[in-house]
């Protein structure tokens, strides 16, 4: 059986499918965020963004863009689907059309404006963990114009947590003490980091380095005070290496199951649950449920993703068989769905290292895997 190791690899750093919508109201505007469009795509993290342009219906074939047909129902839609609205327009339409659907920053996409001249791209929401700070400063270079950042920490030209942690696609974990790093970095204080990962990462002022996130062991310390309040990326959302942490975990764990046919869905989860647990492995961190493909209709299986928001993926026995490695075999198994193992080969088929093997109980199976692309220490 493949075992879990202290090299597993993971990636730490990839921008989810972005998806983009623009809107604008007159000619020039529409020619504006077409241009804008099709730069953004290829830029750095947005390669390959999925956009889409909406104006009015008179403009909609000279500028090759979709029509909309009232702003109200157009912000309504996008605001629920799209990670970032960007209105090329005057500020005060953007703000009034999406007053009614604010909620918070840790919920909210990323709302930016630019005038119809590209001349200044203003972040409207969620500057930080949304993203819209980061795509004005690109909008602004795809136009030639100038992003208008307002966020006291890009004034004070300061590190900002939540941007950073939302920028490698981290679930952040503690909103008050995010709220509270930025406000002791604001202060002339320091905060502390420490990581699980190898991050490739200088921290910047006024953030301090401690434990293994320096370089040493997990009980290595920093010469003079430990800082009482920082931030961990870990899998582990109870570490607790600073008196009040701020856990940022990478969604990079892979979950595989197995289960009879119309398994309890509530058998499944707490199976799910007590592997996890086990592996000291936050729900935070799992970005894939898989099996193999007689179980893609599996009541149990799709409403513990749905409950969570994991992606699903389900592999035939041929691509199961193929998974390289040793596994816990079973005869039955192969006698029934072809493959002698599903629960570690599901975890493992888009590669990575076994985190925990086949867990079996109550007519479930769970392993999990941690994914490619970076150094866990």
């Known amino acids: ?81 799209a990670d970032a609205l960007v209105y090329v327009s005057a500020t005060g339409i953007a703000v009034r059309a999406i007053a009614p659907y604010v909620r918070d920053k840790f919920h909210d996409p990323a709302v930016v404006s630019v005038d119809e001249a590209g001349h200044f791209v203003v972040p409207l929401l969620s500057g930080h963990v949304g993203g819209a700070n980061e795509l004005a400063r690109t909008v602004a270079e795809v136009c030639g114009g100038q992003a208008v950042v307002s966020t006291a920490t890009d004034v004070n030209e300061l590190f900002a947590v939540d941007e950073w942690a939302a920028r490698r696609g981290y679930a952040i974990v503690e909103r ?20 699980d990962f190898e991050l490739g990462w200088d921290p910047p002022a006024g953030v301090i380095a401690v434990g293994r996130a320096s370089g040493g062991s997990p009980e290595a310390t920093m010469q003079g005070e ?84 994991w992606a699903t993926r389900f592999y035939t026995a041929d691509e199961l068989n193929a998974v390289p490695g040793e596994f816990a075999a079973s005869d039955f198994v192969r006698r029934t769905v072809g493959v002698d193992n599903v629960c570690e080969r599901a975890a493992l088929a888009q590669g990575g290292r076994l985190l925990l093997g086949k867990q079996a109980g109550n007519g479930t199976t769970v392993a999990i895997a941690l994914l490619e692309g970076g150094s866990r220490r």
């Open 176 to 195: 008050v003490v995010a709220k509270e790093i930025s406000a002791r970095l604001l202060s002339g204080e320091t905060v502390g980091f420490s990581s």
């Open 226 to 309: 430990r800082p009482d309040v920082g931030f961990a990326v870990s899998l582990d959302d109870a570490c607790q290496p600073f008196t009040r942490t701020l856990h940022l975990v990478p969604r990079v764990v892979t979950v595989g199951v197995g289960c009879r046919k119309d398994a309890d869905p509530a058998v499944l989860e707490q199976a799910v649950g007590d592997a996890l647990a086990k592996a000291g492995i936050s729900p935070l961190a799992v970005g894939l449920l898989s099996s193999i493909d007689v179980k893609k209709d599996e009541a149990a299986i799709l409403q513990l993703a749905a409950k969570h928001g």
């Open 1 to 81: 059986m493949s075992s879990a190791s202290n090299q597993n690899t993971t990636s730490l750093g990839s921008k989810p499918n972005f998806t983009c919508a623009f809107i604008a109201f007159t000619r020039r505007g529409c020619d504006l965020a077409t241009s804008i469009a099709t730069g953004l795509k290829e830029r750095g993290d947005y390669a390959g963004a999925s956009v889409s342009v909406h104006g009015p219906e008179r403009f909609a074939g000279a500028c090759g863009i979709e029509p909309y047909q009232s702003l109200g129902a157009w912000t309504a839609e996008q605001f629920e689907a």
